[in-house]
């Protein structure tokens, strides 16, 4: 099994709501990435772990607040978002945070509406 | 600090003419290189990368990438396009030691014209 896959497809959801995306890889990689993707920009980096401890939180609102529950699954869990929040929503594995080098494997995305 | 310039945001070509994206980087060490491809609503996927040994580089569905250090550059290139090529492309950069995160260039969008 050489992919990552990421439910839902598509969300749409209220700024009230309490929402989570899953990803589950089972490459055995121990490194896993959030990405967020505006229409027509490059993904920029959210959160990364590494064997399911948070190493890098690039100053995400605590609106979004990720989780690694075991070394296949990463969730992100999404609360009073906002519109500009809408976006694709990517996640990523690697064998290993150090070896990034061999490239990531990302699932096709969540594509989030807020509304 | 790293970071990656990609020539044109869009880029036309003809079937069959050759595909050339452009991707500039800035390292002051010796970068790990990559080029992803994005079709519509999809994730990104690994053509092809550089980390050590030879240059030339060959990647999936025929493209392939030379990094140049005098220049430093890494373009991708294919000899011929097909229509199946229509999709965005982001050049990375990796850092190699610390955190070992992605810099993407801002994309460049490839349009294939029958």
């Known amino acids: 099994d050489t992919e990552v896959t990421q439910t839902p497809k598509h969300l749409v959801m209220g700024m009230t709501n309490k929402k989570s995306l899953k990803c589950e890889q089972h490459m055995g990689h121990r490194a896993m990435y959030w990405y967020k993707q505006k229409a027509k920009k490059p993904p920029e980096l959210m959160f990364v772990?590494?064997?399911?401890?948070?190493?890098i939180n690039e100053s995400v609102p605590s609106r979004f607040s990720p989780e690694c529950p075991n070394s296949s699954l990463l969730n992100l869990h999404l609360h009073a978002l906002q519109p500009e929040d809408s976006a694709l929503y990517l996640c990523?594995?690697?064998?290993?945070?150090?070896?990034?080098?061999?490239?990531?494997?990302f699932g096709s995305g969540t594509r989030l509406t807020v509304v | 600090a790293q970071s990656v310039t990609q020539l044109g945001s869009h880029v036309s070509v003809s079937e069959g003419a050759l595909v050339l994206l452009r991707c500039n980087y800035s390292?002051?060490?010796?970068?790990?290189l990559f080029w992803y491809v994005q079709y519509p609503n999809q994730g990104l996927q690994l053509l092809l990368k550089y980390t050590t040994g030879a240059t030339l580089v060959k990647g999936i569905n025929g493209f392939e990438a030379e990094f140049k250090k005098s220049e430093t550059s890494f373009h991708l290139t294919k000899p011929s396009a097909h229509m199946s090529d229509a999709a965005e492309y982001f050049c990375?950069?990796?850092?190699?030691?610390?955190?070992?995160?992605?810099?993407f260039g801002t994309g460049t969008r490839l349009k294939v014209l029958a």
């Open positions: 990523a594995s690697s064998s290993l945070l150090r070896d990034s080098y061999y490239g990531y494997t």
């Open positions: 772990y590494s064997y399911e401890k948070l190493s």
């Open positions: 990375a950069v990796s850092e190699t030691s610390g955190t070992y995160k992605y810099i």
């Open positions: 390292s002051s060490v010796p970068p790990y």
